[in-house]
Structures are given as C-alpha cells and as structure tokens.
C-alpha cells in the first residue's frame, strides 16, 4: 500500500495558538465542531498525535458516537481507528488514557526509545500497544511507508501538536489542513501555535489551494491542500492533488472510440496553476491534453523551465495527427519534470512505452505515480478494457 492520504486538523484561535499556557487543555471547538471532528475521526483509518500531546493533554482520541461506531462495524472496520503516537525517547506515562480507552494502537520510536518502551508495561493483547522501531532517527517517510504496507492505512487523521504539524507540512508529506478557526483570542505569546519556525514548500511567496470554507457553530472551519510540486523524482503531497486535478480533467473530454481521454495541468515552482488542458478540447477533434494546456500560456513565460507538467497519461512521443508530440512540446516550453499516472500502452502505437524515453533522453524527470493509474483509465475503459 501507498503512504496514507495526510489530513492535519486543529483548532485554531483567532490570534493562532492551539491552546493557552494553563494546566487544562483550552476547547476552542464549539460543541457544532466537535462533533464535526468526530465524525473526521469516525471516517479515518488512524488518528495521531505526537508524544508532547500525549503528555500535555491526556487524550483519548475515540470516536464518540455509537452511531458512527456502529457505521464502521457494520462497513466491516474497527470500531476505533488505530491510534499512534511517535516518541524519539520513548519516555511516555504508561497510564496515559491513550494505551487504555479505544481499539489498537501503535507507538513509533528509535532503538533507543524502543528500549524504553520495553521497560514501561504497556497493554498488550488485541487493544494492546505495538511498538514499532524505525531505526536510530525517527524519519516521517519511514513512519508513513509502514503505516501503508504493514498497518494498511489509507487516511491518517493527524491532531497535533504543533511539532508534527510543522514538521510534515514543511517536509511536503501533509495532503490537506483542516482549520477551525475559533472567535477566542488567546494573548500569551509563550502558548503553542500550529505551525512553526522554518522551511515551507516553496516560501512565504507560496499560496496553498483553498478547497472549502464552512462555518460550524461560531467557528470556521478553512480546509487548504498544498500547492508546491516537489522535485525532482521525490513525489509530494502536492504532486498527487496536482495528478488528481488531471485525472478528473480527463473525464471532461469528448468521448471517442479512437483516442485516449487525457487531462493536463501545468504548475509553477511556486504552485501556481498556469495552465490546463484536456483532449479534444474546444472543438479540435485531435488535440492533447498537454498540447492544449501549453498552447494557452507565451512560450518565453520564465516559469515554465522550473514548472512540472502533470499529465494523466504519459505524454506521446510520436503521432501521426500532428507534425510534433507531447513529449517534444514539453521539452521545447522548457519543462524539465512530467508527472504522470499512467505509462503509455501500446494501444494506438507499437512500443510506445520504449518510445516515451525520449523526455529522460532530454533531460527531464518523469515521475510515475500508479496510485493513480486506475482514475486515469476511468475514462478510457471501452478503450484498454
Ligand atoms: N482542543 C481542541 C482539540 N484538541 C485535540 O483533541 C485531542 C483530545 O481529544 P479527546 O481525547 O477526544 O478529548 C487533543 O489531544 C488535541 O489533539 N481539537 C479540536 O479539534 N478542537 C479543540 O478545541
């Protein structure tokens, strides 16, 4: 299994901090929003939270309503979501609420906290606790990658605290933020905000995609994906949003019996969208998707030698209809990195996976992701079947 769709959620007061500085832990939700990131925890596969909010709140991380406990029985899950916690040190209270109320749980740690964990006593059996040791560092893409192909987890809910909020959107593993921004003025400059001193994909200049806003009860919840592709062959969270756009433009192409149903988008380093395409569009009964979005935008724009190109299907290096190919377009425009779901099969031409080497003869990067072969093919079953 692929890393886990990301989901950060937390409540944020109007002047940003998470909580206030006191022994209890501050309830920015309202009661409307509680319930709201119940039921976000109901329709998840795990929730996290990092090892100072295991100490500091005491949470128990369940789902409260025994109707939507009831809802995940009967669709055949848990009745909790697996529950994790990730500590370097492995110097947790062994009668935290976290090991003792809900399903399963799984702590991420070092050799050396693993060790610690070891002496502590933690719960065993089918609610009990897995300790699990990633190595001598604590590293999110080793956490993430077992979380995938040993745990199974397609959706992680992460709640906090800032640390692990931080860290993962700046390391581009974060695929959305759900905000719910509270009418609550906190005041203390030593309490604890979301997000944190450091790098962000691509800079304060970057701007993440807004998705939704929603007001629950007397707060607002704001939820934002992030923008910036990543680089090189390094896939980020960005990237698969970015590759979902394309497979969804796909599915706006007029049907045909002769060609492939293809969507393009093409983004700036610093995540803007400059241009979007799908085949056949506006009437041309042969264009490509990534043809018709480079043909929107003036080929001396500067952006386009650090911008990615995401395409459904990998882009064609030959064709009859037209005198150059996709692949040759990219290269001209100065694109150097292709993402794409789907490689080329050799339905309308022979070898064509062969062919397409030549955007890696060139130079660029060209980035497979096949999570998403099958919404790629979507449109285009009565095709390769
Ligand atoms: N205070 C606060 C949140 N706090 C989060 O909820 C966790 C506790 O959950 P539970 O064990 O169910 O009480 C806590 O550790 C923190 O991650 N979440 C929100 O959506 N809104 C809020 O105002």
Not at 135 to 146: I, K, N, T
Not at 205 to 227: K, N
Not at 275 to 297: C, I, N, Q
Not at 335 to 361: I, K, Q, S
């Amino acid at each position: 299994m692929p890393q886990p769709y990301v989901l950060l959620s937390a409540a944020v007061s109007l002047d940003g901090y998470l909580d206030d500085t006191g022994p209890e832990r501050l309830l920015l939700s309202g009661p409307a929003d509680f319930d709201r990131v119940d039921q976000v925890r109901a329709a998840s596969d795990a929730i996290l939270i990092g090892a100072g909010t295991l100490r500091t709140d005491n949470p128990r991380l369940l789902v409260n309503s025994p109707e939507r406990r009831a809802a995940r029985v009967a669709a055949g899950l848990p009745e909790y979501p697996l529950k994790i916690t990730v500590s370097a040190s492995g110097d947790l209270d062994p009668e935290a609420q976290f090991w003792h109320t809900g399903g399963e749980k799984v702590v991420y740690t070092t050799d050396k906290g693993a060790e610690r964990l070891r002496t502590l006593g933690l719960p065993t059996g089918p609610a009990g606790v897995d300790v699990v040791c990633v190595g001598p560092d604590l590293e999110w893409p080793a956490v993430l990658d077992h979380l995938g192909d040993a745990r199974g987890v397609a959706r992680l809910m992460v709640e906090g605290g800032g640390r692990v909020h931080t860290q993962l959107l700046q390391q581009g593993l974060a695929d959305e933020l759900q905000l719910a921004v509270a009418p609550v003025f906190v005041g203390e400059a030593e309490a604890p905000r979301m997000f944190g001193t450091g790098a962000y994909p691509g800079g304060p200049t970057s701007r993440l995609r807004l998705v939704e806003t929603r007001p629950v009860g007397d707060v607002v919840l704001i939820r934002y994906v992030p923008s910036v592709p990543g680089t090189g062959p390094t896939v980020s969270a960005a990237d698969r949003h970015w590759l979902a756009l394309a497979c969804e433009l796909a599915a706006e192409c007029p049907p045909s019996g002769t060609a492939f149903s293809v969507g393009a988008v093409v983004v700036a380093a610093d995540g803007t969208e400059l241009a979007r395409g799908h085949s056949r569009e506006a009437g041309d009964p042969v264009a490509h998707a990534e043809e018709a979005a480079l043909a929107k935008l003036d080929p001396t724009d500067p952006r386009l030698a650090s911008a990615t190109v995401y395409s459904s299907l990998e882009p064609c290096a030959r064709r009859a209809s037209r005198p150059a190919p996709c692949a040759r377009l990219i290269l001209d425009a100065g694109v150097r990195r292709v993402v794409t779901a789907w490689r080329e099969p050799d339905t309308f031409v022979p070898d064509a996976t062969a062919r397409n080497a030549v955007l890696a003869e060139e130079g660029a990067v060209v980035v497979v992701v096949p999570e998403y072969e099958d919404r790629a093919k979507e449109p285009n079953r009565h095709l390769v079947g």
